[in-house]
């Protein structure tokens, strides 16, 4: 690994992979200035948007408990009513459960006391909530039209060959599901791809096994 | 350390301190000149900021190019009700990649840009409406926002001035929807993120039926500049109409594509030929995409005079849009392109327009058989009857992004539809 390629956020967008992907999560998500948090949070107003990671599932963990409910009752005081905070509470319930069971979205109505239809109208509505579980590193690759001109869609076909899955199928061993995303706001590093919270710009095909043992080498 | 897409050209008003990781704390921003437009827009009083944000003649950056300062004076003056301030940065126009490097790198550029809208606005509390999938970008975010607070810029007292400014970082679920300004604040209010019907305009009902302003990222990071040299001063760059300087999102088939922050008006063609570095080695240019793939595409021909202003692209037969410039060389396949685009629309519609819902599932079909070599040459008919039908009849302008590049693209590509549709021989091969 280079010197450079050390320094978070050091991404050098046109020029290639220049070991952007060996940089570990923290480096990219650069904690030395973001800080290692706990997992209830520090101030309310940034309560919706951390821990940013989805790869702890628990399908059983109780709906927010100890620090979670923390967070929760925290991130309640920024909206001026409870449906106004569902977004919010819909997005940490899935941090804790990897996915949104009908369950799991009648608890949540349970907690916002709104009807538990309208629940799941709203979580049905957005793409990001998962109505069914996925793999363990849910890999979202852009094939929208700028990653699509440089070649976006070899990148996804690549992932489903080394991960021996088909579109939005998850693999035996849990790990991987694979999805086709629409545009992630990188097009000037296609091919973008999301693995849970990261992002990997400037992906080509020849890039993917090596990413692949990486994630799996995370998980042990 | 410079950002490594760098070009000698560039006016870096907003983008100066892109690749600097300090100036991302609070301490490197100020040492940086950072929270100095805020104090002086408190010493000007609400009237006079708003004045100056007319003065630059500063226009919304999130596509529609809605002067700014107009759009804040349509605030009521009373505060009889709550107020608020949202923030866009439901960035998802395929194309467009400038909000998530302002989020990430100059955090507090964009804070101080809302506490200043709050404040001319009479906003009590600002909302800022990060898009789902940037959990990095809106970590950076907060633990800005965090410190915005610790140091008494943001709270009850911000910057000892008695006027209170709370910011709360709203985080979306994935719906380019939300993009648009009544679905967001219907997003943000726990529903479906369905656009609402206009009037009533957000200034008198907006979030939860309150008075509100909704303006992009970018927009607001221009605000301090602004404030702190006058709107005279930022006048200098751009054209008249176009004033200042505007990030240009560069995709697609260029050599060196990236952010590029040049004053308004600048030639497409320096741009691509140039600041870029030209086409990739041994092609040439097809057509571009001047404005995120909800505008007309431009041909080789219509690129060359085209100037980038919002007046300039709307003379070549397009729209400046969001400066999403998406460069396609001679190896692109339209028919393929576009039918990919309209599929984009037709997954993002939300639903409630008939013509949209109905009409972009459909056209989408009909352009899938016509990339397979199934198609007839009644279906180019068909495709302009059924788009020119989704235009203006919808509650937003969805609708109309489906037209957009489906008539252009028959308008001016129809060999390519043709050739699909008698030989199924393909043009391009992307």
């Known amino acids: 690994m ?42 309310p107003s940034g309560a919706s948007s951390y821990p940013y990671m989805l790869a702890d599932k628990h399908p059983d963990a109780p709906l927010f408990e100890g620090p979670y409910k923390e967070r929760w009752e925290k991130l309640r ?30 608890q949540v109505a349970k907690l916002l006391d709104l009807p538990p239809a309208y629940v799941r109208g709203v979580a049905t509505f957005y793409t990001m909530y998962n109505k069914r579980p996925v793999g363990r590193f849910l890999i979202q690759v852009c094939t929208n039209i700028s990653c699509n001109l440089c070649g976006g869609e070899d990148v996804l ?9 088909e579109l939005g199928e998850t693999s035996e061993d849990g790990n991987f599901t694979v999805i086709e995303a629409e545009c992630l706001a990188g097009c000037g590093f296609p091919t973008t791809v999301q693995i849970n919270s990261r992002y990997y710009e400037n992906v080509t095909p020849k890039d993917v096994p090596g990413i692949l043992e990486r994630l799996k080498a995370q998980g042990e | 350390m410079a950002y490594p897409y760098t070009h000698a050209k560039e006016v870096r008003l907003l983008s100066k301190h892109f690749g600097d990781p300090e100036a991302r704390t609070l301490q490197g921003w100020k040492a940086r000149g950072g929270y100095q437009a805020l104090p002086r827009a408190f010493e000007l009083g ?85 898009r789902g999938e940037f959990f990095e970008t809106t970590q950076v ?44 604040m219907n997003s943000l209010e726990g529903r479906r993120g369905q656009p609402r019907v206009k009037p009533p305009f957000p200034a008198q ?46 995709s697609g088939h260029v050599r060196r594509p990236g952010n590029y922050e040049l004053p308004l008006g600048f030639p497409l063609m320096e741009l691509i030929d140039d600041v870029c570095g030209g086409m990739r080695e041994g092609r040439s240019l097809k057509g571009v995409i001047p404005g995120g793939s909800s505008v007309p595409i ?26 999403s410039v998406i460069v396609m060389d001679d190896s692109t396949d339209i028919v393929k392109q576009v039918r990919r685009m309209v599929g984009f629309y037709a997954h993002e519609s939300c639903g409630q327009c008939t013509p949209c ?68 021989e393909k043009v391009g091969a992307v």
């Not at chain 2, 202003?309 to 397009?318: F, I, L, P, Q």
């Open chain 2, 205 to 250: 009902a907006g979030y939860m039926g309150m008075p509100s302003t909704v303006n992009n990222v970018e927009t607001l990071s221009s605000v301090p500049f602004i404030v702190t040299n006058g709107g005279e001063a930022y006048r200098a760059y751009g054209t008249p109409d176009s004033p200042g300087t505007k990030l240009f999102c560069v």
């Open chain 2, 46 to 130: 609400r009237e006079k900021v708003i004045d100056e944000v007319k003065a630059s003649g500063l226009r919304g950056r999130g596509g529609a190019g809605f002067p700014a300062g107009v759009k804040w004076s349509f605030m009521p003056k009373e505060r009889t009700r709550p107020h608020y301030l949202l923030c866009n940065a439901d960035e998802s126009e395929p194309g467009t990649f400038k909000d998530r490097e302002l989020l990430r790198w100059t955090p507090h550029q964009v804070i101080e840009g809302m506490a200043i809208a709050a404040y001319a606005t009479g906003a009590e509390h600002a909302y800022i409406y990060c």
């Open chain 2, 357 to 424: 819902r109905e009409g972009s599932a459909w056209v989408e079909k009909i352009l899938r058989r016509i990339e397979d070599g199934r198609g007839t040459e009644e279906d180019l008919d068909t495709l302009v009857e059924v788009t020119t039908q989704m235009e203006g009849t919808t509650i937003c302008v969805l609708s109309d992004s489906v037209a957009a590049p489906v008539k252009s693209s028959i308008n001016k590509f129809r060999g390519e539809y043709l050739a699909r549709i008698r030989t199924g």
């Open chain 2, 141 to 184: 975010f907060a633990r800005a926002v965090e410190e915005a607070y610790e140091a008494g810029i943001l709270g009850k007292d911000s910057m000892g001035s008695g006027v209170k400014i709370d910011l709360t970082v709203h985080v979306g679920a994935g719906a380019y929807i939300c993009g648009e300004e009544t679905g967001l």
């Open chain 1, 157 to 165: 076909q690549a992932f489903l060959n080394n991960t021996g899955t």
């Open chain 2, 298 to 323: 431009l041909n080789a021909e219509e690129c060359r005079d085209c100037l980038l202003s919002y007046e300039g692209v709307v003379k070549a037969g397009s729209q400046l849009g969001c400066a």
């Open chain 1, 2 to 43: 280079s010197e450079s390629s050390k320094i978070p956020f050091n991404n050098p967008g046109w020029a290639g992979n220049t070991g952007e992907f060996d940089l570990t999560e923290a480096q990219v998500r650069g904690d030395d200035y973001v800080g290692k948090r706990p997992p209830e949070g520090g101030h």
């Open chain 1, 77 to 106: 005081t920024r909206y001026p009513n409870a449906r106004s905070a569902l977004l919010p509470t819909l997005g940490m319930a899935q941090e804790l459960r990897g996915h949104l069971s009908p369950e799991t979205l009648d």
